[in-house]
């Protein structure tokens, strides 16, 4: 598995997607977090097709961090059962992926 991940979810709004990248961030699950949108997704969704629009969060992680940052997410989110999803980071600046690392360390009291 690859050392760093791209994380992404998505959420009804702006408001629960930037309170879901803010808190991913502060706790250092996630060393930064974008937000898009408003995007138009299509999906199946009770056995129906649906299509609504959306706020997508993107969160960049290291492995080590994932497990706790998906169930964050997963707790934090107003959905049931929203999507978590992770990509690998395969190729990076040397700097970048250092801070991404750094970043991702858990707080020391």
Same mark, same amino acid.
């Given at each position: ?15 629960? &997607? ?11 699950? &996630? ?21 609504? $629009? $959306? ?8 492995? &080590? ?10 707790? $934090? ?5 929203? $999507? ?9 600046? &040397? ?15």
């Amino acid at each position: 598995m690859a050392d760093f991940l791209l994380v992404s979810t998505v959420a009804p709004d702006r408001e629960t &997607a930037s309170r879901l990248a803010g808190s991913a961030v502060k706790l250092r699950l &996630a060393a930064s977090a974008q937000v898009f949108g408003p995007v138009t997704s299509f999906f199946w969704h009770l056995g129906e097709q649906g299509e609504g $629009e $959306e706020w997508q969060v993107l969160l960049k992680t290291s492995t &080590a961090r994932y497990e706790e940052l998906e169930r964050h997410l997963i707790a $934090e989110h107003v959905w049931d059962n929203p $999507e978590v999803s992770a990509t690998a980071l395969v190729a990076g600046a &040397a700097p970048y992926l250092r801070w991404l690392d750094a970043s991702t360390q858990p707080a020391t009291s």
